[in-house]
């Protein structure tokens, strides 16, 4: 049996990035210090035709992501964040003829990584190394993920450190309480909280009318970002943070159509966090993304923050002429 050795932070890293009910693909990195060479990381390749049962791969991205690579930097394998441990070493070959093939599989005690050998497709040993690349080594990934998006979008990325959300308990069930309340529609908002350096603290969410709310899909009008503004005033602490919208019984990620308009979003406010919340999984899920759709750390606090502003928010926005009728203040208290 072959030995894959592989950074346990990036190893911590796959097994949180497994979305619900879809599969997902990306390109393992590492150094070609050894053979087979060690797994450092990896980057995420941009959304194709995926579903629950296929992922369609492109031997382009290889070509691609080599280019941007630091020097010793190569594709080591292939990463399919998967619903079962599903048998891709075939399609895995159009873009590797050989590395590590790890698929990420979902657990009732965590999610699972599995590997096999490319060239082979026999099952492989994944050996989880406590720093086995260092902090230069993994600053090495990430520059190389943002140089490989920005060569496949075509415009560049904004330089953000390692961000943070953090909510209140309070909040977090108040808003898993609102979105059971739509088990068969999507439903999209405003995040507002505060930021302070690279955290963005989560206080409420304002839900206007929506223009469509399907099982799949959800859409506001841009306008009402301007409504929200009006309403807290100048002098508020609370601003919007963000965007937030309900998967209902669909797992937590961002589709082809999110990824599109919260690029859009982030456009105007580069520092914008997504929250995804799909209230029906086990426990409820959550997913937090920076402007770059990457996933970031997602803390939920027992202390609630104060809600005087959302509870203000809420009457503004409920004022004949203000913002007209139909809107929702979700926080961690009540806003009567």
Do not use: K
Request: charged share 15%; proline share 7%; aromatic share 6%.
């Amino acid at each position: 049996m072959i030995d894959y050795f592989i950074d346990a932070a990036a190893a911590t890293c796959m097994r949180r990035q497994c979305v619900g009910g879809r599969m997902w693909a990306g390109l393992l990195v590492g150094r070609a210090s050894a053979s087979p060479a060690p797994i450092h990381g990896h980057v995420l390749l941009p959304p194709m035709g995926q579903s629950g049962e296929h992922v369609r791969l492109d031997p382009r991205h290889v070509g691609l992501l080599a280019n941007v690579l630091p020097d010793g930097g190569v594709p080591v394998g292939l990463l399919v964040l998967a619903p079962a441990a599903v048998d891709v070493c075939a399609a895995g070959r159009t873009l590797l003829t050989n590395g590590a093939l790890v698929c990420v599989v979902p657990a009732a005690d965590g999610n699972v990584l599995h590997c096999r050998d490319l060239a082979t497709g026999q099952e492989a040993s994944l050996i989880e190394v406590e720093d086995l690349c260092g902090l230069t080594e993994r600053s090495d990934v990430e520059a190389a993920a943002d140089a490989f998006w920005q060569q496949l979008v075509g415009e560049p990325l904004p330089a953000t450190p390692s961000w943070r959300c953090v909510l209140g308990a309070p909040l977090a069930q108040s808003l898993e309480a609102f979105a059971r309340a739509a088990p068969r529609a999507e439903v999209g908002g405003i995040l507002l909280g505060t930021r302070h350096g690279p955290t963005t603290h989560a206080l409420a969410a304002a839900f206007p009318p929506q223009a469509h709310s399907g099982w799949n899909r959800c859409e506001f009008e841009t306008a009402t970002l301007a409504a929200v503004c009006d309403a807290l005033g100048t002098n508020a602490a609370l601003r919007p943070v963000g965007w937030i919208h309900t998967h209902p019984h669909l797992g937590v990620f961002l589709s082809d159509t999110d990824v599109t308009t919260f690029r859009q979003w982030s456009a105007l406010d580069p520092r914008a966090v997504a929250l995804v919340l799909d209230p029906f999984a086990a426990g409820s899920e959550w997913l937090a993304c920076n402007s770059r759709c990457r996933r970031v750390v997602l803390e939920v606090r027992e202390r609630a923050p104060d809600s005087g502003e959302a509870a203000h928010l809420a009457r503004a926005l409920a004022r004949p002429g203000r913002a007209g009728s139909g809107w929702q203040v979700v926080c961690g208290a009540d806003t009567d």
